[in-house]
């Protein structure tokens, strides 16, 4: 997906990502540090999921008011295997915009990009991952995790492990 940074770019990463948006414009150097970040975000989560059980694992301090809200709002949505069009359709972003802003204040950086996977019983890859909100990921992800879907990532890491 990305190449793999050393020290150097990383906390040169690390500090540029600390300056005002103003500073930048539309710099390319930017977008590739975010998507660095959004995808070291990714490869640590999904190497979560694959070493502790996901029905255990709590993603925030929130976790229950965010699946609470989600399912009530999004509660047919299936999750297993997202439709793209659920996220960024114009009648699914009218949808999704009310429920992001109520997280405001609740979940930090509620509003930043990140990746998500389209098949939670599959990884990372250009094919199976859609840029999202942090709230976007963490309500589906948090309702992947307690509805069993991420179990999948978990058992296929664990098969090595026992033959």
Same mark, same amino acid.
């Not at 793999?4 to 500090?15: F, S, V, Y």
């Not at 694992?57 to 229950?64: G, H, N, R, S």
């Not at 047919?76 to 793209?84: E, G, H, N, S, T």
């Given at each position: 997906?990305?190449?793999? @940074?050393?020290?150097?770019?990383?906390?040169?990463? +690390?500090? !540029?990502?600390?300056?005002p948006a103003e500073a930048?414009? $539309?710099?390319?150097?930017?977008?590739? *540090?975010?998507?660095?970040?959004?995808? @070291?975000?990714?490869?640590?989560?999904?190497?979560?999921?694959?070493?502790?059980?996901?029905?255990?694992?709590?993603?925030?301090? !929130?976790?229950e008011q965010i699946y609470?809200?989600? /399912?009530?709002?999004?509660?047919?949505?299936?999750?297993?295997?997202?439709?793209?069009?659920?996220?960024?359709?114009?009648? %699914?972003?009218?949808?999704?915009?009310?429920? &992001? *802003? /109520?997280?405001?204040?609740?979940?930090?950086?509620?509003?930043?990009?990140?990746?998500?996977?389209?098949? &939670?019983?599959?990884?990372?890859?250009?094919?199976?991952?859609?840029?999202?909100? /942090?709230? @976007?990921?963490? %309500?589906?992800?948090?309702? /992947? $995790?307690?509805?069993? &879907?991420?179990? +999948?990532?978990? $058992?296929?890491?664990?098969?090595?492990?026992?033959?």
């Amino acid at each position: 997906f990305l190449p793999p @940074q050393g020290p150097g770019e990383a906390a040169a990463a +690390a500090h !540029a990502l600390t300056l005002p948006a103003e500073a930048y414009g $539309n710099d390319p150097n930017v977008e590739l *540090m975010w998507a660095m970040r959004a995808y @070291q975000h990714a490869e640590v989560y999904f190497n979560l999921i694959s070493s502790v059980d996901p029905k255990f694992l709590k993603l925030t301090k !929130a976790d229950e008011q965010i699946y609470g809200d989600f /399912r009530k709002t999004f509660g047919d949505l299936k999750i297993d295997v997202l439709d793209p069009e659920e996220l960024k359709s114009e009648p %699914a972003k009218e949808k999704w915009r009310p429920f &992001c *802003m /109520r997280f405001e204040g609740v979940v930090e950086d509620f509003n930043y990009g990140t990746l998500l996977r389209l098949d &939670c019983s599959k990884g990372y890859t250009e094919e199976n991952t859609i840029f999202a909100t /942090r709230i @976007q990921f963490f %309500a589906i992800e948090i309702a /992947r $995790n307690r509805e069993g &879907c991420n179990s +999948a990532v978990y $058992n296929s890491a664990k098969e090595p492990a026992r033959a």
